[in-house]
C-alpha cells in the first residue's frame, strides 16, 4: 500500500524532470520542464522561430550614449539546462539572426554548417 505522502503526482513529476528550458524576451520569463532532450529542443526551436518573426527591435541610443543597432541586441534568450552540468542555448537578435551557444559564465558560439539552422547546430552540439 502506498501512503499518501509517497505518491507521485504530476507537480511532483515536473520537479523531477531532467531538463529546463529557461524563455526570456523582454521583461518576461517562462520556465519549462521537461522529461527529455528532444522535447525540451522543440520547444527551444519553436519559441526561438517565433521571436525570430517579430524583429521588434528598433536602433538604440545616440546623441549622449552610443548606437545600438538591432543586430547587436538580444531581444530573447532562451536557456536549457540539463544533467551533468549542462548549459545551452539559443541568442535571437533584434534583426531577426540567431545563434546558439554553449555554457553560461563562458559562453562559447557554436559554429554551424552552411546549411545548418542554429537549432540544428545545438541539436548537435548538445546531442
Known sequence: MIRGSAMLT??????MASYTVIA???????RLRFGDLGAALKAIEERGRAAEAS?????AGGGLMRRIEPVQQVVAR???RGPRRLRAGVDVRGDG??????????????????????????RRAVG
Not at 10 to 15: G, H, P, Q, V
Not at 24 to 30: A, I, L, N, S, T
Not at 97 to 104: H, K, N, V
Request: proline share 9%.
Open 55 to 59: 524583429r521588434a527591435a528598433e536602433p
Open 97 to 122: 539572426s540567431s545563434e546558439s551557444y554553449t555554457g553560461r559564465v563562458r559562453r562559447r558560439l557554436v559554429e554551424q554548417a552552411p546549411d545548418e539552422s542554429p537549432y540544428d547546430a545545438l
Open 78 to 80: 532562451l536557456e536549457l
Open 10 to 15: 504530476e507537480s511532483t513529476l515536473a520537479r
Open 24 to 30: 526570456r524576451r523582454g521583461p518576461e520569463v517562462e
